[in-house]
């Protein structure tokens, strides 16, 4: 069983920056690809970001290209994602998740509990 255990949010302004980490403990770190996925209000949780175990491969949905980066330190035990040029639509919870490649859910076989993301206009 791996546990993870989302921090780093927060209220920013628009245009503002974020750093979010996420720690895993009670598994092999890196065995596994690392997703970060969120839900906003009233909607369904949905994909941002993916690396594989090794950090060679990252995938991102299209509405943060090039505004948010994923990354991992195995020696950590920790994946994290850099957030700028924050849009009061990236408002939402943001969970990571631990399981095989990919960007469905499905994919993913363990979510930790989420983190608040506000960005206000």
């Known amino acids: 069983q791996v546990q993870l255990v989302e921090s780093g949010g927060g209220l920013v302004q628009a245009g503002g920056s974020l750093r979010l980490s996420c720690a895993a403990s009670?598994?092999?770190?890196?065995?596994?690809?690392m997703g970060w996925f969120r839900q906003a209000p009233g909607k369904e949780r949905e994909f941002v970001a993916a690396i594989s175990w090794s950090a060679l491969s990252l995938y991102y949905a299209d509405s943060v290209k090039g505004r948010f980066t994923i990354s991992r330190d195995n020696a950590k035990n920790t994946v994290y994602l850099q957030m700028n040029s924050l849009k009061p639509d990236d408002t939402a919870v943001y969970f990571c998740?631990?399981?095989?490649w990919g960007s469905g859910q499905d994919e993913y076989d363990y979510w930790g509990q989420g983190t608040q993301v506000t960005v206000s206009s």
């Open positions: 998740a631990a399981g095989a």
């Open positions: 009670g598994g092999t770190f890196r065995r596994y690809a």
